[in-house]
């Protein structure tokens, strides 16, 4: 009986098979390295920079705006925050007057009732000084003024004032003006923004937040903006100590709970010659509650990531989270 040939492969066929397929995976890995030479650690540390940027709005309590700064010949891509940290505080409680340096302009008086425990009692008139940690006080890309303050008389009266640097006047008519002093490197200027009359009740206890950044003054009472305007330059620099109340002693109420938030910029990844990354806004805003500003953002922001000019990853920065994108 004849036999049929076995069925198989002869040696030389199978080093043909072994051959094509080392080309086919030498091909793949060599795309997923030119790829990714580094780009899933990058994608990595954005999304760790995006979530803390959401982690140092809820702490503070205050926006964070994240953005790329902008590439020349020495200056490669980056991807930056800017954040608010707390320069300057005062409560007003008696026990904590030293620690915080706070020196009383007679008649004005510490102890009283305040918004929160005690306050800063100027029913009689006077001020208060705040040392604070002393020196210069410097923050060009902007700052926020913060505290609680109740009018017992609309006479026209200051606030506070900072020698230099800004000024919040409380007028007869119930409106508030917040004034702040600018530069442009050679000449400084002050440029104040005015709310309208009537907003401020007489004896009753309101929140006034004042913001001085670059490009903006804004006015915030009660946590509802009611004035703001664009502003040209970079804030000034001070020397003085902030004075609250009055310093003729025209005010007549009481303040608590005094903050003084400086804007700093936090470095953030940096990007090597063959990488490339897109953000799908300018500006990237989280608001105070760590989210993707609503009023900003009407949808979510996409980032991709490419490496040697081949696309290595991407995701979108959401209300709440990020998502990672096929």
């Known amino acids: 009986m004849r036999r049929s040939p076995a069925a198989g492969f002869t040696l030389a066929e199978l080093m043909l098979v072994m051959v094509l397929l080392g080309v086919v995976i030498g091909l793949g890995v060599a795309t997923v390295d030119r790829a990714d030479p580094g780009a899933r650690g990058l994608q990595k540390s954005v999304e760790a920079f995006v979530q803390s940027a959401r982690d140092r709005a809820r702490s503070s309590g205050q926006p964070v705006v994240m953005k790329m700064l902008p590439v020349d010949e020495t200056t490669p891509a980056q991807l930056v925050r800017d954040v608010f940290r707390r320069s300057i505080e005062a409560n007003f409680e008696p026990a904590y007057s030293d620690r915080q340096e706070v020196q009383i302009v007679a008649p004005a008086e510490l102890g009283k ?21 002393g020196g210069e006080f410097r923050s060009p890309r902007g700052f926020q003024i913060e505290f609680d303050f109740r009018a017992d008389e609309l006479d026209g009266a200051k606030l506070m ?7 919040i006047e409380l007028q007869r008519d119930g409106s508030l003006k917040w004034s702040a002093v600018y530069t442009d490197g050679t000449t400084s200027a002050m440029q104040e923004v005015k709310a309208p009359p009537g907003l401020v009740r007489k004896g009753a206890w309101h929140h006034l ?14 946590g509802e903006r009611i004035a703001e305007a664009e502003a040209a330059g970079s804030l000034e620099s001070t020397d003085e100590p902030p004075y609250l109340g009055d310093p003729d002693g025209r005010f007549v109420g009481a303040l608590d709970e005094f903050v003084v938030w400086g804007r700093v910029r936090d470095q953030g990844p940096v990007l090597n010659g063959e990488q490339e990354m897109f953000l799908g806004a300018l500006e990237v805003v989280f608001d105070r509650f760590g989210r993707l500003d609503p009023v900003v953002h009407e949808e979510p922001v996409e980032v991709r990531i490419a490496s040697r000019g081949v696309e290595a990853g991407a995701f979108r920065i959401g209300i709440f989270s990020e998502e990672v994108q096929p």
């Open 161 to 167: 004032r900072w020698e230099d640097l800004c000024e």
């Open 209 to 222: 937040r004042a913001i001085a950044i670059e490009g903006r003054m804004e006015l915030r009472l009660d």
């Open 113 to 133: 009732p305040g918004r929160y425990g005690a306050g800063l009692d100027l029913r009689q008139g006077g001020g208060a000084t705040l040392i604070g940690r």
